[in-house]
Antibody, heavy 115, light 110 residues
Framework: EVQLVESGGGLVQPGGSLRLSCAAS????????MSWVRQAPGKGLEWVAN????????YYMDSVKGRFTISRDNAKNSLYLQINSLRAEDTAVYYC????????WGQGTLVTVSS | QTVVTQEPSLTVSPGGTVTLTCASN?????????PNWFQQKPGQVPRALIY???NKYSWTPARFSGSLLGGKGVLTLSGVQPEDEAEYYC??????????FGGGTKLTVL
């Protein structure tokens, strides 16, 4: 059974940083692109970033370029999202999802940016 | 910057058929945009329904189908069930290995 479990969310002040993690199991993690998607409270889905199987290629939505960094550790079956210079508009549930197609999703982790 | 547009809301009667569309401001949505469709019910995690225009997952009910029509990605629900009431999102490839979601369509079954 494919499982994705996010962690690392929380309350952070504007300008702060967080590192989100996603633990994957039930599939060959190193064989798949992986993605992050977010959803602000009461709003729609927003594609954030994705990363190639070996980590050599990474892509981001425009508004997070330079502030967010996606990475992975295939030995640990884990995906990460380092988020810096946080803004109020980054408040959202952050989901990790498998592949470019986003076929499987985790339960999400809530990031709240507030002073 | 790619903007993807969906109908904000649609209403359908049980047993009826409804079509949801996905348009891009950059031009016609073609197979090269690899349109995907997702369903999200209140308080739940999104669930993938369709990938790459028309391909279904093992869990996708047969009444859901994807296609292209008139320069848009299309999700058709035939024989709508009450449990199909949900928000539906399309996702398309916008180039440069980036993807963009549409704003979502709230489907009411009434």
């Amino acid at each position: 059974e494919v499982q994705l479990v996010e962690s690392g969310g929380g309350l952070v002040q504007p300008g702060g940083s967080l590192r989100l993690s996603c633990a994957a199991s039930g599939f060959t993690f190193s064989s798949y692109w992986m993605s992050w998607v977010r959803q602000a409270p009461g709003k729609g889905l927003e594609w954030v970033a994705n990363i190639k199987q070996d980590g050599s290629d990474k892509y981001y939505m425009d508004s997070v370029k330079g502030r967010f960094t996606i990475s992975r550790d295939n030995a640990k079956n884990s995906l990460y999202l380092q988020i810096n210079s946080l803004r109020a508009e980054d408040t959202a549930v952050y989901y990790c999802a498998r592949a470019k197609w986003l076929d499987y999703w985790g339960q999400g982790t809530l990031v709240t940016v507030s002073s | 910057q790619t903007v993807v547009t969906q109908e904000p809301s649609l209403t359908v009667s049980p047993g009826g058929t409804v079509t949801l569309t996905c348009a891009s401001n950059t031009g016609a949505v073609t197979s090269g945009y690899y349109p995907n469709w997702f369903q999200q019910k209140p308080g739940q995690v999104p669930r993938a329904l369709i990938y790459s225009t028309s391909n279904k997952y093992s869990w996708t009910p047969a009444r859901f189908s994807g296609s292209l029509l008139g320069g848009k990605g299309v999700l058709t629900l035939s024989g709508v069930q009450p449990e199909d009431e949900a928000e539906y999102y399309c996702l398309i490839y916008s180039g440069g290995a980036s993807w963009v979601f549409g704003g979502g369509t709230k489907l009411t079954v009434l």
